[in-house]
Structures are given as structure tokens and as C-alpha cells.
């Protein structure tokens, strides 16, 4: 496959994941406004922006307007539109590669949310249409999946998914338990609860979680299905085996060695989760120990780049 194309396949399926992640952060945060002050709910949104790398709203800012910033303005850069943007102009380069129903869908989500955006209906539907949003995303997979054929092409989809997932999910629960880290030793309250709630919720894994724990939400437990459950897909532990999984068919579909870097460091994410347990990351450092898995994420998306989308002249030679 040309490394054009892979390269376009994998920012479509980051752009689609990041869109997805980014909607449900924002219907999340919105609902459980109903249930905060205005104080709590401001701090709820920074950390929201905390866990996007995105500037955080200033303190008299209408917080109804900056969710509709994060879903509309195509030229903030972590806003829904902008995601859904980039996966479509990628999609547009490899139509070729898609299925004409996978294309569809594509340019239906995008058209979707341009006219909502045209037509003003956040005031009164902004639930509907961060909903819609989602469930057509969710649609994406489960047509690609459904439509594609499950080679090279369909992993470069599933590398792209994974890979934004496992950063975004390590992101989400940095933010969280970096507040959580400072206020350890204030008693526990309903705003907590909530918090917790908020978390499991922004990872579609609240009902998961209570069906190994209930409802009894302790950090430790909340922290451990997120991180390293092996079955539930949107945990870190799952998402950093998919990768690993991803990257060895498509070098057993193309002339790359199997012991390069970039297998070496998916290798050495996976086994980062595979071996560790909850009571030791939280004895050693719980921030420390996710900052280390995005910055390896760091690490292979660099190593697919040398690798396979833009690799140096001199490894070419040696093919």
C-alpha cells in the first residue's frame, strides 16, 4: 500500500475517534451541569479542556457558548467540526479504499453537523445533536467493519482508532486523578461521587464498571477498569493490545522487518499493561505511570511515521 494512502487511512480513523471522544466529553459535562454549582461545573469544564489539551474557559465565560465553540468552530483546531473535517478530507483522498457506504457515512456526518450548525439548533437540541454526533461515529466503525475487507487497509483503520484512544484515555484519567491527587485528604462528598460518575460516563463504562464492581465507585477500582480491564474496549490495556495487534499484520502484509523500532515499542506498550498491577502504580505514581504510557504513544506514532508513512532513504536501500 502506498504510504499516502496508509497515512491518509490512519489520520481519517484518529480524526473520527477524537470527534467521537470530544462529543461525548461535552454531553457529559453538560448533563451533569444540571446537578453543580456554577463554581464546580466551571472546574468540571477546565478540566475537560485539561484532558483535550485545549485552552480552559475564561472565568466569566458563557459555558453553554464554549461547548458550542468545542462542537462548531472550524477553526479551533480540537473543536467536533474541525475533527470531522480532517477525517473527511482524508476519506476523500482514499475513496478508492473505502466502501461507498463507508464514504457515506463519512460525508453524512460531516453534512449532519454543518447544517445544525447553519440551522442554530444547539440551543434547543444541543443533546440530540452531540447524540447524533456519537451514534453516527459509532456507525463508522460498525460499518467499516461490516463493509471492508480486514486487510492492510482495514489496519490502518484500527491502528489509527486504537492508538488516539489509548492517549485520550490515558489524558482523561491524568486530569482526574491529578484533582483527585491534590484534594486526597478532603472528605469525600457527593461532588466526588459525581466526578467519578463523570469519568465512567466520558468513557461509555459506567454500567461495565458496576457490573464487576456495582456502583461502589473507589478510585483504586475506577482507575483499574479504565487502565488495565483486558475486556472492555475503550480501557488503555485493550487499546495498547489492539495496537500491538494492528501493527504486526500490517508487517506481515508489507516488506518491513518484524524487529523494528516501531514493533519494539508497541511491544514494550503492551507489556507495560499486560504486567502491571493497580496497588503498585498507585504506590509509585499514578500520574507518573500514565504520563510514561502517552509519552510511548508518543513514541510509536513517531516510529510509524519513519516507518512506514515517511521512511528514510537509507532504510529503503536496505528493503
Known sequence: MLSRVADSLYWMS??????????????????LMLDQSPEFALQRWERLTDSLLLEPPEADHDI???????TFDRDHH?????????????????????????????????????HARSQQLWQQESHALLRQVIDGLHLFHGIAESTMS??????????????ERTSATCLLLETYFSAYLRSQEQEESVR????????????????????VYTADL??????????????????????GMAVQRSLQKI???????????????????????DYAAIKEIMAEGMLEYLRDIREQCGHVH????????APPLESLLEL
Open 150 to 163: 480486514q486487510g492492510e487497509g482495514w489496519q490502518w483503520l484500527q491502528l489509527g482508532r486504537f492508538l
Open 251 to 273: 508487517a506481515q502484509s508489507t516488506r518491513v522487518r518484524k524487529n523494528t523500532t516501531v514493533s519494539r515499542l508497541a511491544g514494550r506498550l503492551a507489556t507495560s499493561l
Open 64 to 70: 453553554t457558548q464554549f461547548a458550542h465553540q468545542l
Open 78 to 114: 480540537g473543536s467536533i467540526m474541525a475533527c470531522l473535517t480532517g477525517a473527511r478530507d482524508n476519506a476523500r483522498q482514499v475513496r478508492e479504499q473505502l466502501s461507498s457506504e463507508l464514504w457515506e457515512q463519512v460525508n453524512r456526518m460531516y453534512l449532519a453537523i454543518t
Open 218 to 239: 473507589q478510585p483504586a477500582r475506577v482507575a483499574e477498569f479504565l487502565l488495565l480491564s483486558a475486556d472492555f474496549p475503550r480501557s488503555v490495556r485493550f487499546s
Open 14 to 31: 484518529r480524526y473520527v475517534e477524537r470527534a467521537e471522544h470530544t462529543a461525548r466529553l461535552i454531553d457529559v459535562n453538560l448533563v
Open 192 to 211: 466526588e461521587y459525581l466526578d467519578w460518575v463523570g469519568l465512567l460516563k466520558s468513557c461509555t463504562a459506567f454500567e461495565a464498571y458496576c457490573q
Open 302 to 309: 513517531n516510529a510509524i511515521q519513519r516507518t512506514y508513512i
